[in-house]
């Protein structure tokens, strides 16, 4: 005896990203901006001089990788409770990749799912984190092992925000430029050796131009079946760098520079790029002050923590390698013996 549901929709979750000074924007509904207290500091006036709404609350989570936790999700969820929140109520996220993913997964849960925009304030949540729907919090086991796949409905980049930028904030986010050229854009790569990401027009060209193809990307493999797996190049090596030292000494996207050297090590093992060319993506992360060395203490551990990773399976690890600069491969067929040896090369000497 059977039962048929038929399920077969279609959904249109398309949205544009605007690139430029943030517009007026009035919202027909109760809206919740969460932010961090940073950001809240330094930004929060300008933003609610752009924005209005028929009800409007503020909620301000610590600041920092480690509050990227259930308690934090809590606190949201809880907020959006008290102030009797509906489907029809909309959240914005205000902040960077963090705030971003959490204010996402948030809306995912809340009541089944309510919409969100993106409001991102950092290089690396303008260029990367922002853009696609991941969202999700970290756990013991490693980073965004809980979240889900919940698009914006709309994404703000106002390079004004990069203005109080740290040196090493603004460093994490052209680590996951560097990421977008090496896997997709050979040209792109060569256009970042020579481009001067100090001027204001120079940059925001270049936020374009890692925004379309990150957007060219997702709208092709929007729940990461596939392709879009290659853009976690740097990734499966620095989510394992990020969880051992705690979210503490590394931002994320110097992990990812550290995890794209290692990945690149291994691409060289396996005569799939040649040492010149990991030289030149090594020297690009060097010119922002990016780490590029990272001494592994167990590189047993280290092994093992791969298996956590959203991408592997029970028994194979997903690597994402170069193709030299502008083409990647995606394999889970690396041998035990190679990734031990790449492994070994940065581990802590005896």
Excluded: W
């Amino acid at each position: 005896m059977q039962v048929h549901i038929e399920l077969k929709k279609v959904v249109d979750d398309s949205y544009d990203i605007t690139i430029g000074t943030l517009p007026k924007i009035h919202f027909d509904t109760k809206v919740a901006v969460v932010t961090n207290s940073t950001v809240s500091k330094l930004h929060l006036d300008y933003l609610l001089d752009k924005i209005s709404a028929k009800e409007l609350h503020v909620i301000t989570l610590k600041d920092g990788e480690e509050y990227k936790n259930q308690e934090s999700i809590d606190t949201i969820l809880n907020s959006l409770f008290e102030h009797r929140f509906n489907r029809k109520s909309m959240l914005i996220a205000f902040g960077g990749g963090v705030i971003g993913d959490m204010t996402g997964y948030a809306a995912s849960i809340y009541q089944r799912g309510i919409n969100f925009v993106q409001i991102p304030t950092t290089l690396l949540s303008q260029v990367d984190a922002s853009v696609g729907g991941k969202t999700g919090f970290n756990n013991k086991y490693g980073k965004n092992l809980i979240g889900a796949f919940h698009q914006p409905k709309a994404v703000y980049i106002d390079p004004y925000f990069l203005t109080t930028l740290p040196n090493r904030e603004f460093g994490a986010g052209v680590a996951e430029i560097v990421k977008m050229a090496v896997t997709f854009n050979r040209e792109f790569f060569e256009f970042l050796e020579v481009a001067d990401l100090n001027n204001p027009q120079v940059l925001q060209d270049t936020i374009k131009q890692a925004v379309q193809t990150k957007a060219n990307v997702v709208s092709q493999d929007e729940k990461e079946q596939g392709l879009r797996a290659a853009l976690n190049y740097g990734h499966t090596f620095g989510h394992v760098i990020e969880n051992e030292t705690g979210y503490k000494k590394y931002l994320h996207g110097e992990a990812v520079a550290i995890g794209i050297v290692m990945a690149n090590e291994m691409a060289i093992k396996m005569n799939l790029m040649s040492e010149k060319e990991a030289l030149k993506v090594k020297a690009l992360l060097q010119k922002y002050n990016l780490p590029v060395n990272y001494e592994i203490e167990d590189v047993k551990k280290f092994y093992e923590a791969f298996f956590l990773d959203k991408k592997s399976s029970d028994s194979a690890i997903t690597f994402i390698l170069p193709l030299g600069i502008g083409e990647v491969v995606i394999t889970d067929s690396v041998d035990t013996a190679t990734v031990m040896c790449v492994l070994n090369k940065f581990g802590k000497a005896q």
